[in-house]
């Protein structure tokens, strides 16, 4: 079955960029139906939706974070990426990478478990 | 944006009862609504999607109904391990809004 795990540093500087990495296993990221999204928690808070990518690398972003964040596909590596840049302490959160299912009304039906970042000097 | 205003905050309970949860939207996000279960350390697991559809796996204890701006998820005979946070999303409208949510605790 498809899974998706997240990678990438967990303490990012302030005003630096976070740069995370979703590799998808079991499954193509090409397959259409399907968009690959972020979303984050802040601790002991509830879930902010980032944005998303379909197979076709046509992007989607949460208008509050759009102008810091780039969602970007490898189908070389069945992976996708996120970066969001000039962060601050607001954006110490737990990060997932979920995909979307068309087939389920747009649900996420798969996530991944979640990497936290902490932004700090 | 679309504001998911979830109720109650939190809601205890003992094995065996009735857990009713309500998700109100602040305009009509007509069916597209789903509903996850996140419990401490791990990441939202789909439960119910469209507003009404059990996802794959998903015990029929677990029901979901409503449509437009009022959304409820029951859990009809409250297990042990059903302690967790229920959060609610909608994709109908721009951006993606999930709610607040809702801890369930088991007494």
């Known amino acids: 079955q498809v899974q998706l795990q997240e990678s990438g540093p967990g303490l990012v500087k302030p005003s630096q960029t976070l740069s995370l990495t979703c590799t998808v296993s079991g499954g193509s990221i090409n397959s259409g139906g399907y968009y690959w999204s972020w979303i984050r928690q802040h601790p002991g808070k509830g879930l902010e939706w980032i944005g998303y990518i379909y197979y076709t690398a046509n992007t989607y972003y949460n208008p509050s974070l759009k102008s810091r964040v780039t969602i970007s596909l490898d189908t070389s590596k069945n992976q996708f990426s996120l970066r969001l840049s000039s962060v601050t302490a607001a954006d110490t959160a737990v990060y997932y990478c979920?995909?979307?299912?068309?087939?389920?009304?747009?649900?996420?039906?798969?996530w991944g478990q979640g990497t936290m970042v902490t932004v700090s000097s | 944006e679309t504001v998911l205003t979830q109720s109650p905050a939190t809601l205890s309970l003992s094995p065996g009862e009735r857990a009713t949860l309500s998700c109100r939207a602040s305009?009509?996000?007509?069916?597209?609504l789903a509903w996850y279960q996140q419990k401490p350390g791990q990441a939202p697991r789909l439960l119910i999607y469209a507003a009404s559809n059990r996802a794959t796996g998903i015990p029929a204890r677990f029901s979901g109904r409503g449509s437009g701006t009022d959304f409820t998820l029951t859990i009809s005979s409250l297990e042990p391990e059903d302690s967790a946070v229920y959060y609610c999303?909608?994709?109908?409208?721009?951006?993606?809004?999930f709610g607040g949510g809702t801890k369930v605790e088991i007494k």
């Open positions: 979920a995909r979307v299912n068309h087939l389920l009304s747009d649900a996420f039906d798969i």
């Open positions: 999303h909608q994709r109908y409208k721009w951006p993606l809004t």
């Open positions: 305009q009509s996000v007509s069916d597209y």
